[in-house]
């Protein structure tokens, strides 16, 4: 059942028409991922399905009653204002129900009574009586635990702000819920609660996102915005890929049959014209302007390229044998001042070539580490090897420069010895295209910042190239160029990122934080799998008293407890939902015996059995 409808929606700014006739309808239990380019439109979009922009041209229809519910990337937008947990219009029935309640205790009339049952229905139907509740749950599952009602919310960072928008927000559960890359501020605890959360949403979820693991998790359908057209795709992120890979070789083949055709006709009018047939002329003429008009059309449905990057690195020879130790890290910790340790008796080695990534909470640590590694950081336990002879690159969150006031073909020709012809072409394939090569710095978005320090840094060519969190401000098409361009870059990497998607692709190694150390894992689920089992296990054994008569530790008892407890709901939980996965088997069973079975039916199908298989395992591991 559709519960908004978008019809052909038409923006334009200045000549450029970022949306150009967008139609399509978002259904009761949809949770569709919306992705494109950076500054294709999509958070345009939002904002007209919101009402907070009026479109050139199309209407935007909510069905019945549908409730939206809506996070901007912009903390300017969100509702904060009445410093509280609880959102404005709940606070406000809430006064509205304690002033009914003081009024009837001189007047119990049926009228005001009745006034009473209607207001406290609507406090009920808003989710106002167990808010309190839910609220905690949301806030402990985006790690935020610490957060209550007395918290002064204009106190927390711009990360927390956003995090206790996003709680309130699914906490409100509006029909269709709308997020603007949601999972910018989370870490992967945060991000993989939400994930479970918006799979079993009962209502619609329509979400801007450049997580392709995250798209991965929840999403059934994918709408892509490109060049201000959408083009749909049933699925998840690799469903898509796959859908569009056939579609776009579907589309070359098209556009390529129809040049054949029209360069054909122009051919056979000319012969008219020249053979003096006025009147075959013209129905050629005629043709050659239909052929044209589809011709265009269909090249329309390709991506149409503009501000990519386009990487193509040429690995450099280096020298020594590909064994060689970069970096040795021995016993290392870190403090500062009288302070907690951060991270304590941290061990690894990095050989040339080896690209290994960085994870870990926000807080744990790893941006440190990597400023250790650079030597930009001292005061520490441990020791730190870096071979004596190797070159260094580093890109950090915000990159910096020496000249804001420089071009960036200036940047570019100043690190390195390329010539003019080869500096704009570099620059073009970091989607710097004609006059945007001679932007100045300072006027460049974060995004552009990041495409240009990247350009200068691979030219460069370090032996050891440090990166954190390179993909921050990429687009998921930039990301998978960038991708490629790290995997064949033959130089050692040392990579600080919370994109799962990136590091499961690149990382030969990861170093994963967690409990206060770090070590390293063959890859990024395997240290995931690592966090979540030590959730459930027991962290301490019992006291047994020894040969000599001394005691172990005892064991403390409240922790025991809350592991047991977490260890009793996951277990709960995972019941439920291998029940629940049982049941869909089934149905899919049964369709199968009918015509109607299609190859995505069998798809789901496989894909469940890999689901129960693994939650099966974990059941397994807990009881």
């Known amino acids: 059942m559709p519960v908004l409808s978008v019809d052909n929606i038409t923006v334009s700014f200045d000549s450029r028409r970022v949306l150009d006739g967008v139609s399509f309808t978002v259904n009761q239990g949809d949770k569709i991922a919306f992705i494109g ?68 205790q001189t007047d119990s009339s049926k009228e005001k009574l009745d006034e009473y049952s ?21 806030l402990a599952g985006l790690g935020l635990k610490e957060i209550d009602s007395r918290t002064d919310l204009m106190t ?18 509006p029909d269709i819920l709308m997020l603007d890359e949601p999972t910018n501020h989370l870490d992967a605890d945060a991000i993989e609660w939400l994930e479970e959360y918006l799979k079993s949403y009962k209502g619609s979820v329509f979400v801007i996102s450049h997580d392709r693991h995250f798209i991965d998790a929840f999403a059934n359908r994918v709408i892509e915005l490109d060049g201000g057209h959408i083009t749909q795709y049933k699925g998840n992120y690799d469903s898509y890929k796959q859908q569009k890979e056939e579609f776009l070789k579907t589309q070359k ?27 075959g002329y013209h129905q050629r003429e005629k043709m050659v302007d239909k052929l044209s008009v589809v011709l ?46 951060i991270f304590s008796d941290i061990s690894f080695e990095l050989k040339a070539g080896q690209k290994l990534f960085l994870a870990g909470p926000n807080g744990c640590g790893k941006s440190t580490l990597l400023s250790i590694l650079r030597g930009r950081v001292a005061g520490l336990d441990g020791s730190v090897f870096l071979s004596a002879a190797a070159t260094i690159g580093f890109m950090e969150q ?3 420069f020496e000249d804001e006031n420089a071009t960036c073909y200036d940047e570019l020709i100043r690190r390195s010895d390329l010539t003019v012809t080869e500096a704009r072409s570099m620059l073009a394939r970091f989607g710097f295209k004609a ?79 967690a409990n206060g150390t770090a070590k390293l894992y063959d890859t990024y689920e395997y240290y995931r799998k690592a966090v979540r089992k030590s959730l459930v296990q027991d962290q ?80 397994e591991s807990l009881c």
């Open 540 to 619: 301490v054994k019992p006291e047994v008293p020894s040969k000599t008569g001394e005691s172990k530790p005892k064991i403390n008892q409240a922790m025991q407890r809350k592991l047991n407890a977490k260890r009793a709901e996951r277990i709960r939980e995972l019941e439920r939902l291998i029940e629940e996965k049982e049941k869909e088997q089934k149905q899919l069973e049964d369709k199968f015996l009918t015509p109607e079975a299609t190859k995505e039916d069998y798809d789901l199908y496989a894909c469940n059995a890999s689901v129960i298989e693994k939650m099966y395992d974990e059941y």
């Open 118 to 138: 209607k207001v406290s229905a609507r406090y009920e139907a808003m989710g106002g009586y167990d808010y309190e509740f839910r609220i905690k749950e949301a």
């Open 156 to 173: 927390l960072s711009g990360g927390e702000k956003m995090r206790v928008c996003l709680a309130r927000l699914i906490v409100e559960r």
């Open 398 to 400: 915000f990159v910096p």
């Open 435 to 513: 006059d945007e090569v001679f932007k100045t710095i300072n006027v460049l978005s974060g995004g552009e910042r990041s495409r240009l320090y990247l350009c200068c840094i691979l030219e460069e060519n370090p032996d050891i190239l440090f990166l954190d969190e390179p993909t921050n401000h990429l687009d998921i098409e930039s990301r998978e160029i960038l991708e490629d361009a790290l995997k064949e870059y033959n130089g050692a990497i040392i990579c600080v990122s919370h994109d799962r998607f990136f590091i499961e692709k690149c990382a030969d190694k990861v170093l994963g934080f």
């Open 296 to 341: 265009e059309t269909e090249r329309s449905r390709l991506p149409s390229g503009e501000g990519r990057m386009n990487f193509n690195v040429v690995p450099a020879d280096r020298e020594g044998a590909s064994d060689k130790i970069m970096i040795a890290v021995k016993g290392v910790s870190k403090s500062f001042g009288d302070g907690p340790l």
């Open 37 to 104: 380019n950076n500054g294709a439109g999509k958070s345009t979009l939002f904002k007209a399905v919101k009402g907070v922009m009026i479109p050139d041209d199309g209407k935007v229809l909510l069905h019945g009653n549908t409730t939206l519910g809506f996070l901007s990337q912009n903390m300017d937008e969100q509702d904060l204002s009445s410093d509280t947990l609880k959102p404005a219009h709940m606070t406000e029935v809430e006064e509205q129900m304690k002033r009914i309640e003081l009024e009837l």
């Open 253 to 279: 083949r098209v556009v390529e049959s129809l040049e054949k055709e029209l360069e054909h006709q122009l051919e056979v009018k000319q012969t008219m014209l020249s053979h003096r047939n006025i009147s």
